[in-house]
């Protein structure tokens, strides 16, 4: 399958995933000596009258002082910046893959489903020229379009399109978290409609106009993607639309540029299923082409 990105390099293939590292925490044992100090305080503290609300304070004091020390410990291990409510990549491109075969779903009826996206040649993303390895940690495929993005012209225009499906992952690697969409929609006209849609608004000060849903926004790494600087890019491949956007996991200023191709390409993968539909048709096509042939000259 041809495409027409700026993008280039050698596409990921998909290999089954390997055993995750466990990484285990380790907690500060108490401090002893702290106890004690205190003792020694109460027990001479009780021969003077008049300063019984002094250790009072004195505890509270430290109780406040071990509760900011847990919400900096919890900060620190939770990942960073969070990102906005609504966030959007800082860059963003929309290609075309010049797919004709898929051009409509007239041509191309049968619904996506979860074997081919989600199977098991999908657990993992690997792209041995970038060096790269995703791993899926989040998936579905709904008929609800809408669910799947936020703001009203996006969902407008996914409407217009006749979405019937949309498909979401997250991925992560070692460096890189990643968010990936696919829709089902009724011609590639459509899908270019949707892409411009998903176009976010050159002036960074203007009112953001909507863009995909992030997966488990309220987990981590998923939760910073948008809180530093983010890539996406919409690939029309007929009647389909699908979306890539990554960033590196210790980004945390949308405003500090780097590149980002080597994982686009990576996880640009994610649409080798189209691919195969490429194949399937056009196979399909041949035969049917063959036949008529045969019944022609018989």
Known sequence: MSS????SGTPGRRRKPDEADSIEGLAAPPDRRKGARRR???SSRAKAPGTKLLPLLLGAL??????LAVVLVLQFVG????????????????HDSGSEVLATREVDSRPLNKGELFGEDAKTIESESQGISF??????LVEDCASAVWGEAVRSALADADCTQAARAGYTSADYVGAVAMFNLKDAEAAQAVATALQPPKDTQSKQTGFISVPTPEEDPFSSLGAGYSAAEATVSGHYLTVLWVQSIESDDPAARESLVSPLIALNSFRDPLYNREVQLETFEENQENQQGTTAVS
């Open 4 to 7: 027409k990105s700026s993008v």
């Open 40 to 42: 020694r305080r109460r």
């Open 79 to 94: 990942g960073g910046a969070q990102a906005p409510e609504d966030p959007v990549p800082a860059a963003f491109e929309i």
């Open 62 to 67: 430290g109780v406040a002082v071990v509760a």
């Open 135 to 140: 791993e899926l940690q989040t998936s579905s």
